[in-house]
């Protein structure tokens, strides 16, 4: 067996990745390391309690002595565990440099002590700033410019560091714009499907017209265990769905998939430095033979769909009696 400590395993893309994880590789077993803050959500991990080769434990990674204890007999961290929205990060920095950074830290030097096999961090697109023309190469220089993204960047760096420095055998990917189930109300894609489901206005940023580059999570996950098979130590790979949009575009296509009429577009002050453009090229990777396999406006669409289907799931994170519900459930 081959144990996997997964950090921040409870939130969007943690969850997807515990689950693809366990159903690909019978051989691994995973603890999944998560503070449960607004965004953690042990709903999204609901298939797998009973899971013998599952076990989730509630804490922090900036908890030295927790994660000491928890990193003894692993092979394997991936470190999802951060503070993930831009618009947060404007208004209360604080705890994405604590978590993004000093966790990280945390990580790094249990997996140094614990002789862990292989550390992957999860960074991001982000790091690298804006773009206008063009795609950011794994070699490009790191430009953050909101306080999310540089907290990133400080992680991604420190986790080189402790390759270069210790011999850490460490992975970097930046990926791009994840979309898919479980992901949070308060990013675009499911913030407007379930706004626009209950016919409230969908907050459109300045002149929508900044271009992401999406991907489906399942997608991420999946190149995530590619460049743990395939990947080498101390490298960065970066992971594109090669799907630019600029949020009319997707706004729209949530829409008319809805049904729902345009007149819920509303037009909002811009967000403070809001990045115009995030492209990466993807060709190191595509050159190792991975690539995504998600058709964009199909996975849009089945996303979409799965958000008409499991209101259960997003209802109550919108009403305010998330934390009530989950307290009683979870008898926390
Ligand atoms: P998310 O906000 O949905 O989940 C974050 C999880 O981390 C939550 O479960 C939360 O409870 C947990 N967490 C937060 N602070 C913690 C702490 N101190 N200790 C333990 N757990 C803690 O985020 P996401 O969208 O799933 O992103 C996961 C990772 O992927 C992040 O590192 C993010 O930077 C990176 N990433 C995200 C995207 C994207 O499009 N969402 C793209 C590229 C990279
Ligand atoms: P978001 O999902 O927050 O991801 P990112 O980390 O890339 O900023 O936002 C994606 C894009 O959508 C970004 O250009 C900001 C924009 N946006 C809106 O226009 N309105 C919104 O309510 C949100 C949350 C985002």
């Known amino acids: 067996m081959q144990k996997f400590l997964v950090t921040g395993g409870a939130g969007f893309i943690g969850s997807n990745y ?10 691994v077993e995973v603890i999944n390391l998560d503070k449960l803050t607004y965004a953690g959500n042990l709903d999204n991990l ?10 989730f434990v509630h804490g922090d990674i900036c908890d030295e002595q927790l994660v000491h204890q928890l990193a003894a007999g692993i092979d394997v961290i991936v470190n999802f ?35 862990i096999k292989k550390f992957i961090q999860i960074s991001t697109d982000e790091v690298y700033g804006s773009i206008l023309k063009g795609s950011f190469k794994e070699t490009d220089a790191l430009m953050p410019s909101s306080p999310y993204s540089a907290s990133k960047a400080g992680a991604d760096r420190l ?3 402790y390759f270069v420095t210790y011999g850490v055998p460490v992975i970097i990917t ?51 265990d590619f460049v743990f098979a395939h990947g080498e130590n101390g490298d960065v790979y970066n992971i594109g769905g090669g799907n630019e949009h600029n ?15 345009r007149s819920l577009m509303t037009y909002v002050t811009d967000r403070l430095g809001h990045d115009r453009r995030y492209s990466l090229d993807s060709s190191k990777l595509a050159a190792l033979g991975w690539k995504p396999k998600h058709e964009f406006k199909a996975a849009l669409e089945s996303t979409i769909v799965w958000y008409v289907e499991n ?10 009696e998330y934390l009530e519900f989950y307290k009683k459930h979870y008898k926390m």
């Open 159 to 161: 986790a080189y560091s």
């Open 18 to 27: 515990i689950r693809y994880l366990l159903h690909k590789r019978p051989n």
């Open 81 to 115: 565990a951060a503070e993930s929205h831009v618009d947060r990060s404007i208004g209360t920095p604080d705890a994405f440099i604590r978590t993004d950074v000093f966790g990280a830290f945390v990580l790094l030097e249990a997996a140094r002590q614990h002789k």
């Open 174 to 224: 930046r990926c791009s714009n994840n979309f898919g189930p479980y992901q949070y109300p308060e990013k675009l894609i499911p913030l407007f499907v379930t706004n626009a489901l209950e016919n409230k206005p969908l907050p459109i940023y300045g002149d929508g017209k900044n271009v992401r580059d999406w991907i489906h999570v399942e997608d991420h996950c999946d190149a995530i």
């Open 311 to 320: 209101r259960w799931w997003w209802e109550k994170l919108k009403n305010g």
């Open 247 to 261: 949020n009319l575009e997707i706004t729209d296509m949530i829409l008319a998939k809805l049904q729902k009429p």
């Open 46 to 55: 609901r298939d797998l309690e009973k899971n013998p080769r599952y076990r």
